[in-house]
Structures are given as C-alpha cells and as structure tokens.
Nanobody
C-alpha cells in the first residue's frame, strides 16, 4: 500500500517560517495531485495549496503570497514553504495525494497522519 509521512511542523513565532515535507512511499505508479490541507480546532479541514504532476499550483486566498507548494516527482515528495506565519495559521497540516498503484488502472486518495503547526503571537 501507500504511506504518506509528513515532517517539519513545530512551534514558531509570528512572522517566522516553516517548511513541511510529505514523502509518499509504496508501490506507486504515479501521483497526480499532491496537496496540503489544514484543520484548526473546531473548524473544517480546508485546502491550503494544491499541485499537479505537471507543476500547476493553486492556493487558498489565505496562503497566496506567503506559502509555496513544490514537489519532487521522482521522489513522490511534496513540500510546503510557509513564510510570514500568523497565529491563524495554527492547525494540523495534512498531506493528501491522488495516487495510482502499480498494476492498477485507477487512482485513490491517500492522507498523511498530520503534523502540528503552532504560531505564537
């Protein structure tokens, strides 16, 4: 099967930066979408940034100009560079990938376990 392992979360002061990483491993044929979501306490999970295998990207309005999503297709890894962090960015950040396994003709959704990002004021 597939595992998505996130890293890079932590505690940072407002205005600081963090970079999250998410590596997908397993019997992967290809990964189309690789995205970052977040969920703050008491709120619904929301899309932060999305990427495709052709390197197109899309951002939530709250992330535009501050966050950058990038990926290494050869390593099935996606990154989220977060700058100018604000207390309202505090959330659990989840990696999502739409992956086709070896030997099958369809894609499935996979999620990481989440990594906590806390921004202090």
């Amino acid at each position: 099967q597939v595992q998505l392992v996130e890293s890079g979360g932590g505690l940072v002061q407002a205005g600081g930066s963090l970079t999250l990483s998410c590596a997908a491993s397993g019997s992967i044929y290809s990964a189309s979408a690789m995205d970052w979501y977040r969920q703050a306490p008491g709120k619904q999970r929301e899309l932060v940034a999305a990427s495709t295998s052709s390197s197109s990207t899309n951002y939530a309005d709250s992330a535009k100009g501050r966050f950058t999503i990038s990926r290494d297709n050869a390593k099935n890894t996606v990154y989220l560079q977060m700058n100018s962090l604000k207390p309202e960015d505090t959330a659990i950040y989840y990696c999502h990938a739409y992956i086709r396994l070896l030997g099958v003709d369809w894609y499935n959704n996979y999620w990481g376990q989440g990594t906590q990002v806390t921004v202090s004021s």
